[in-house]
């Protein structure tokens, strides 16, 4: 059974910096990986999907990689702001199911 | 297109009352997924389905949970005789095709169920 997990829970960074959250799984048999972001009170909003042929995906100051083989992903957030702060969570698609992590807690601070 | 659709956004139920929760997918979808998030924690997959048929019911409590997804009208999550650990956020996604492979799923706001 898969199983996700997300270092750390819980991150508190001044504004500006780069920062790293990582994922791991254990099943490596994925179709994808996906980042979410989610606000307090708020549903989902999809980041970056990464095919499990991928290697990384880029969308502005967010960069998603995925390393299949030893069942790790990293979200990579530059020149961070307040308003990244929110929970970020990672899936790993088993094929009609996501497998979801605990979730990162990112708190930028002015 | 309007998104993944849910209602209500918060409901309160009583103990032993039943829970009905509706989800819209995105125009075009077909393919319905249901997850539970706990406070504090990820979410857990529920139940996959299609028009009329379920998939993979593998997440779903073995009683008094109940998913549909009709051939007109949104899916319904139906909790029966709720009790207080059923409190929590209830979402739905939606996908064009078959799993979710290869697809970015949509997720809805959620229903927060609050049991009292």
Redesign the interface.
């Known amino acids: 059974k898969q199983e996700v997990t997300q270092i750390p829970a819980a991150l508190s960074v001044p504004e500006g910096e780069n920062l790293v959250l990582n994922c791991s799984f254990t099943d490596s048999a994925i179709y994808n990986l996906q980042w979410f972001r989610q606000d307090p009170g708020k549903g989902l909003t999809s980041l970056l999907l990464i095919q499990s042929s991928q290697r990384e995906q880029t969308s502005g100051r967010l960069n998603a990689s995925l390393d299949k083989s030893s069942g790790r992903s990293t979200l990579y957030i530059a020149a961070s702001q307040p308003g990244d702060s929110a929970t970020y969570l990672c899936a790993a698609d088993n094929f009609n199911k996501f497998y979801f992590g605990s979730g990162t807690k990112l708190n930028v601070k002015p | 297109n309007a998104g993944v659709m849910q209602n209500p956004r918060h409901l309160v139920r009583r103990r032993g009352q039943e829970a009905r929760l509706r989800c819209s997918p995105m125009k075009g979808h077909s393919h319905v997924?249901w997850?539970r998030q706990l406070p504090?924690?990820?979410?857990?997959?529920m139940v996959?389905l299609q028009k009329e048929n379920i998939?993979?019911e593998s997440?779903m409590p073995k009683e008094r949970f109940s998913a549909e997804f009709p051939k007109e009208g949104p899916s319904i999550l139906r909790i029966q005789q709720v009790v207080r650990g059923d409190s929590a956020a209830y979402?739905c996604?939606s996908s064009p095709t078959?799993?979710?492979?290869?697809n970015?799923?949509?997720?809805?706001?959620?229903t927060?169920l609050t049991v009292v």
């Open positions: 997924y997850y504090e924690e990820g979410l857990k997959f996959y998939i993979d997440g979402f996604a078959s799993g979710t492979g290869g970015r799923a949509f997720f809805g706001q959620g927060r």
